[in-house]
């Protein structure tokens, strides 16, 4: 199994700026990547993808975050730090952290609320 711990969020003003991050722990070795996903509250559907880090170092970013949102991160150790600036209020969600294992089998952490007010 997989233990993830994620930290920041909170509320901010648009315009403003914050951080994430999230470690995995456990059985990390199953790893093959791991990032940030979101999901609006009251809207239906698949979480969005914010930022993602693959086991070769590849980023790839949501299209709704991009040029705003930088991932860094840690394949060895398995831990992630998103940083998310010029933030606006249909940045609004629950973000989550995600964990894509070689055993078919991903983890969500138990998200954390970002709220952008206007």
């Known amino acids: 199994q997989v233990q993830l711990v994620e930290s920041g969020g909170g509320s901010v003003h648009s315009g403003g700026s914050l951080g994430l991050s999230c470690v995995a722990s456990g059985n990390i070795r199953s790893i093959i990547a791991m990032g940030w996903y979101r999901q609006t509250p009251g809207v239906s559907g698949e979480r969005e993808l914010v930022?993602?880090?693959?086991?070769?170092?590849?980023?790839k970013y949501g299209s709704s975050v991009k040029g705003r949102a930088a991932l860094s991160g840690d394949t060895r150790k398995w831990t992630v730090v998103l940083a998310m600036s010029d933030l606006k209020p249909e940045d609004t969600a629950v973000y989550s952290c995600?964990?894509?294992?070689?055993?078919?089998?991903?983890?969500w952490g138990p998200g954390t609320q970002v709220t952008v007010s206007s």
């Open positions: 995600n964990v894509d294992r070689n055993t078919g089998v991903d983890y």
């Open positions: 930022a993602r880090l693959e086991s070769d170092g590849t980023i």
